[in-house]
């Protein structure tokens, strides 16, 4: 298995870890635990943020969120996965250094 560099973001941590996913889409389903996924968005280095599609539906009883403003501004619910991609779609090594990605992302908490 030829398994692609990722940055996962764990919102409910504050966290981003780089773990690694294979070539089927079940590994990034694993990683953001959900079985509904869809791309927030594409950075200009051809990095894609997958997240859970079906985050707000689901009723989660403690939410969590974070964002990326340089990339995409409204905030994002539950895990989300960087991962690279080439020119035709496929997956490969995320190509933003992970620190510098790390930076960029932002926590939002919820006021009651």
């Known amino acids: 298995m030829n398994n692609k560099r990722a940055y996962l973001v764990d919102p409910y941590q504050n966290l981003i870890t780089q773990v690694y996913v294979g070539e089927m889409f079940t590994d990034i389903q694993e990683q953001l ?40 501004t409204e905030p994002l619910g539950g895990y989300g996965l960087l991962v ?13 250094n992970i620190l510098d990605f790390a930076m960029g992302v932002k926590w939002m908490e919820i006021v009651a």
């Open 84 to 96: 690279g991609t080439t020119a035709d779609g496929k997956d490969q090594h995320a190509q933003e």
């Open 33 to 72: 635990k959900c079985e509904i996924f869809t791309i927030a968005y594409r950075t200009p280095l051809n990095d894609v943020m997958y997240v859970d599609d079906c985050y707000l539906l689901r009723g989660v009883k403690e939410p969590a969120f974070f964002s990326v403003p340089e990339h995409y």
